[in-house]
């Protein structure tokens, strides 16, 4: 959409080391070349009193020089560009076991006792204030590494509490929550066929156990088996738009 000055009034830009310029209703043809002038100053503005947070990047792919990789890359760039602190958690890189032991599991309803195989997760966890998931769809769900991280770190007591057979969510100091992933399928397979059981899983249950109003972000890539690169290209563009002003 171009640029224009408001149809009444006047309307006042004043460029880098320039003064101060006036435009009234008329000067639509003198406007024009500050257009470009005009956009950089908004955008500046739009950063000035921005909450900036602390995200957590819970990231689940094997291969170092994947596509998911280059997302995940994506992912970090975006949130740096933002000025936002990043905890970058690559779970195969840390060779976070996804195994919960009897042990662990008998412990699960005792928040007295269930915290002490995940403690350093947990606390990762608590100190964030925003969350992007990063892994590819796999057998219309997560890899079984993230899926196990969900099982041993979002305890009774740290996610969620069972009250009166209701689930109560704790998560409340999470106010942004996005997730980004890849299909190999087509969107029409995955949406009209499997109804896409992976994002109801994530935006209608997981994203529940944060905050009520947080920010929410589903960016996600279908047909990765049979796209060009142009369209992984764009796909990347729109992780970087779609997590900038998250």
């Not at 996804?98 to 403690?119: C, F, I, K």
């Not at 997560?142 to 704790?170: C, H, Q, S």
């Not at 563009?237 to 997590?243: D, H, S």
Request: proline share 6%; aromatic share 12%; hydrophobic share 40%.
């Amino acid at each position: 959409m171009p640029c224009r000055p408001y149809a009444t009034g006047g309307s006042w830009w004043r460029l880098e080391g320039g003064p101060a310029t006036t435009y009234g209703a008329g000067d639509a043809v003198a406007a024009r070349p500050l257009c470009r002038y005009v956009r950089i100053w908004r955008e500046q503005c739009s950063q000035v009193g921005r909450n900036l947070a602390k995200f957590l990047v819970l990231y689940a792919h094997p291969l170092s020089d994947s596509f998911g990789a280059e997302v995940h890359r994506c992912v970090l760039d975006a949130l740096g560009k933002s000025g936002h602190q990043i905890d970058d958690c690559d779970l195969y890189a840390e060779n976070f076991s996804p195994v919960m032991t009897s042990d662990e599991r008998r412990a699960y309803h005792d928040p007295n006792a269930n915290t002490q195989a995940v403690l350093p997760y947990i606390e990762r966890l608590l100190q964030a204030d925003g969350l992007v998931l990063v892994y590819p769809t796999w057998w219309y769900g997560m890899p079984a590494i993230l899926r196990g991280y969900i099982d041993r770190v979002w305890l009774p007591g740290v996610a969620f509490e069972l009250v009166k057979g209701r689930t109560r969510p704790l998560l409340q100091h999470i106010t942004r929550f996005a997730v980004v992933t890849t299909y190999g399928s087509p969107w029409w397979l995955q949406t009209f066929v499997a109804r896409d059981p992976n994002r109801h899983a994530l935006m209608h249950g997981i994203r529940y156990l944060v905050a009520r109003r947080a920010k929410t972000r589903w960016l996600a890539l279908y047909g990765l088996d049979y796209i060009n690169e142009d369209k992984r290209r764009r796909f990347l563009e729109r992780v970087g738009r779609g997590l900038q002003n998250l």
